[in-house]
C-alpha cells in the first residue's frame, strides 16, 4: 500500500479542466464558469469512468443528467466518445503543466435504468453513493455542456484523486 502524497497539490486540480472545445462538428463543449459540487453529479443516470495512473492515481467520472432513451449503441458510443475527450484533455492538461506522467484506462460504463446489466448498474450505485458524499477530500467537478446541436446536453467531470497518490 503506499502511503505517498499525490504528486500534483490539490489546490491545483480546478485549473486544468478544459475550457471549450469543439467535438467532432456536433457543437461545441463548454465549462461553467465556476466549479460545482462533486456531489451534484450523483442524480446522473450515465456515469463514465477512468481511473487515472502513472504520477497522480485517481478517478475521473463524467456524469451525464440523464440517459438518452432508449440508449442506442450509436447514442452510448458518442457519449463515451465525449467523455473520452474531455478526461483525456484533462488529465493531458495536469500532466503536461505538472511535468509528470499519468495516462487514462480505457471507459467504463455505469447507468441506472432496467434495461442495463446488474454490473452496470451495481456500479452506477457505488459510484452515485460516492459522489453523493462529495468524493475524498480533493475531490473537484466542473459542469459542462455541449451547445449546438439539436438540444443542449449537459453533464460534469468529476476528478476523485487518490488518497494513496504517488509514483507508481
Known sequence: TRTETPRIPETEYQSHFPKRFDFFGMGRVEAAP???GVA???ASEFLVTFQVAGDELGLCVVAYERAPAPATDEQRSMLTELAN?????FVTQMADFNCCDIMVSPPTLAASGECETAGTRSRHRYLTSTLAVGGTHASVARRYELVG????LVFRLAYLPSLQGGNT
Not at 149 to 152: I, R
Open 40 to 42: 451534484e453529479c450523483a
Open 149 to 152: 446541436g439539436a438540444e443542449t
Open 34 to 36: 465556476r466549479p460545482c
Open 85 to 89: 475527450v474531455l478526461a483525456s484533455k
